[in-house]
């Protein structure tokens, strides 16, 4: 087990930056992937970006050129910048830890943090 702890939410306004922060427990090495996904009022959990253990990222479309997700291996740490927020991007931001395994399975699972709340004010 990992206990994953988020922080770096808030209220800002639309065009505005937040940077949040995901400290893992044990080494991020040890995931096959840290991620990090949202979850809006009514919506779906949906991912926001993914780092693999190697380092190729993936983002989502809605994201794309405005959010960067970044590792620190020495603070088993692992964050998302967030630039030119937009008002639908307020949701709960979840970081994830996905384990290495040896059968596929459909994403997401593994460890969760507990969220921290992004609103962005139009």
């Known amino acids: 087990q990992v206990q994953l702890v988020e922080s770096g939410g808030g209220l800002v306004q639309a065009g505005g930056s937040l940077r949040l922060s995901c400290a893992a427990s044990?080494?991020?090495?040890?995931?096959?992937?840290m991620g990090w996904y949202r979850q809006a009022p009514g919506n779906q959990r949906e991912l926001v970006a993914r780092i693999t253990n190697g380092g190729s990222t993936t983002y989502a479309e809605s994201v794309k050129g405005r959010f960067t997700i970044a590792r620190d291996s020495a603070k088993n740490a692992v964050y998302l910048e967030m630039n030119s927020l937009k008002p639908e991007d307020t949701a709960v931001y979840y970081c994830n830890a996905e384990p290495f395994t040896t059968t596929p399975r459909p994403r997401p699972f593994g460890s969760w943090g507990q969220g921290t709340q992004v609103t962005v004010s139009s």
């Open positions: 044990r080494s991020i090495f040890s995931f096959n992937a």
